[in-house]
């Protein structure tokens, strides 16, 4: 992915932020990705991401993927990415267009990012497959 390092506010960085400056911009994926489910002819998509900060201790971002070839709208992701103070523990907390709501822990090291699923719920009557919590974290 590539960035243009534009953010939305000219509010300044929360010191507590600094640590995961380098995230700040506008990134498009670069090469674009292959998907494929069982049910459907295998595609490419472009992914585009924002992330920005208004001045509070949290980052927010906007995660966008469209087909490639009909730039028709696929999967749209939302949320915050959160730091612990005096720590390089990170935490990603997201909703997803699809009904999935994500919990995302870890750690920033330097400009790189090692996170993992920490919690995930659904909608009720999210399609089918349904992610689905299975004993415990």
Avoid at 33 to 47: A, D, L, V
Avoid at 65 to 77: I, M, N, Q
Avoid at 104 to 125: C, D, K, N, P, W
Wanted: with cysteine; charged share 20%.
């Amino acid at each position: 992915m590539a960035s243009d390092a534009v953010t939305e506010t000219d509010a300044p960085l929360n010191p507590l932020l600094e640590p995961l400056a380098w995230m700040l911009g506008n990134w498009v994926s670069d090469p674009p990705g292959k998907g494929s489910y069982p049910t459907i002819k295998p595609f490419n998509y472009t992914e585009e991401v924002q992330i920005y900060h208004i001045g509070q201790p949290m980052l927010n971002f906007s995660f966008n993927a469209f087909h490639l070839e009909t730039k028709k709208p696929l999967h749209r992701e939302c949320g915050f990415i959160r730091i612990q103070p005096g720590t390089t523990k990170v935490a990603f907390i997201s909703a997803q267009n699809t009904g999935i709501v994500e919990v995302e822990e870890g750690e920033v090291r330097g400009q790189e990012l090692t996170i993992s699923s920490h919690s995930v719920a659904r909608m009720s009557f999210a399609k089918a497959p349904h992610v689905q919590m299975s004993g415990g974290l």
